[in-house]
């Protein structure tokens, strides 16, 4: 499994989930105190204060602790109405063209589907990404109106 942290200008953090490894909180907030804050962190030139964080409804995205790192981060986290997986553009921008392309290949272990996602990622032009957020930034905002209800892509 891949935990995918990117914005408008690419990817910042994969992170490949090991074998007998599940996402808590506790894993969770080690990514986003460590590698993603890092990453964020060197990736962007303005203050942290600007990062604008959608996480959907995971119990380990709304634990409290999690919650409370987010806020002495200062990031902003966006609302993410119950029931509304229509919000999370990884499911349809990112994944969608990423299982087309693993589609039909055969690995001969781990790594090797490690090294092709991550290769996939890099050669990604910026606009798929920039043209994602967009999509993203548009659909959230007629979500949000919506009050959570299902919006048609």
């Given at each position: 499994?891949?935990?995918?942290?990117?914005?408008?200008?690419?990817?910042?953090?994969?992170?490949?989930l090991t074998e007998h490894c599940t996402?808590?909180?506790?894993?969770?907030l080690a990514l986003v105190e460590g590698p993603v804050k890092t990453a964020i962190r060197n990736k962007r030139k303005r203050a942290q204060t600007s990062v604008s964080f959608l996480q959907d409804n995971a119990r380990p995205h709304l634990a409290a602790r999690t919650m409370d790192t987010i806020q002495k981060l200062k990031w902003n986290i966006l609302p993410h109405p119950p029931y509304s997986p229509d919000?999370?553009?990884?499911?349809?921008?990112?994944?969608?063209?990423?299982?087309?392309?693993?589609?039909?290949?055969?690995?001969?272990?781990?790594?090797?589907?490690?090294?092709?996602?991550?290769?996939?990622?890099?050669w990604q032009p910026k606009e798929f990404?920039?043209?994602?957020?967009?999509?993203?930034?548009?659909?959230?905002r007629k979500c949000i109106t919506n009050q959570g209800y299902y919006v048609e892509k």
């Open positions: 499994m891949a935990t995918i942290f990117w914005d408008s200008k690419g990817v910042l953090y994969v992170d490949f996402i808590n909180t506790e894993y969770y919000l999370a553009s990884s499911n349809y921008h990112l994944f969608s063209p990423l299982k087309e392309h693993l589609g039909g290949k055969r690995f001969r272990n781990n790594e090797e589907v490690i090294q092709d996602v991550q290769e996939w990622l890099h990404f920039l043209s994602s957020s967009h999509k993203l930034t548009d659909h959230w």
